[in-house]
């Protein structure tokens, strides 16, 4: 099962999901237009936070491409504990 941990919003799951599914990197406009329900806003304010919490990276500063993290992966297969995505 997945930690919901405090920082975490009904969003985070969907966005780690898609970026696992497709296993390629992807700009924000790409990730919003592809998951129902999640608004590009949404999607540009959450990567960040997803980015320094470890479960996902941004690949290319420049372009604004961001990618899954083992960490990430771990977290979707529920092999992380709330307390590692608290810290």
Do not use: C
């Not at 990197?25 to 540009?44: D, F, L």
């Not at 997803?50 to 529920?78: F, M, N, P, S, W």
């Amino acid at each position: 099962m997945r930690p919901l941990v405090s920082w975490m919003t009904k969003s985070d799951p969907a966005i780690l999901e898609f970026f696992e599914e497709t296993g390629i990197a992807m700009p924000p406009a790409v990730v919003s237009y592809n998951i129902v329900g999640v608004s590009h806003p949404t999607v540009k304010r959450r990567l960040p936070n997803l980015v320094e919490h470890g479960l996902l990276e941004k690949v290319d500063d420049d372009r604004g491409y961001y990618q899954i993290t083992d960490h990430g992966r771990a977290y979707l297969e529920g092999e992380l504990d709330a307390k590692d995505l608290e810290e």
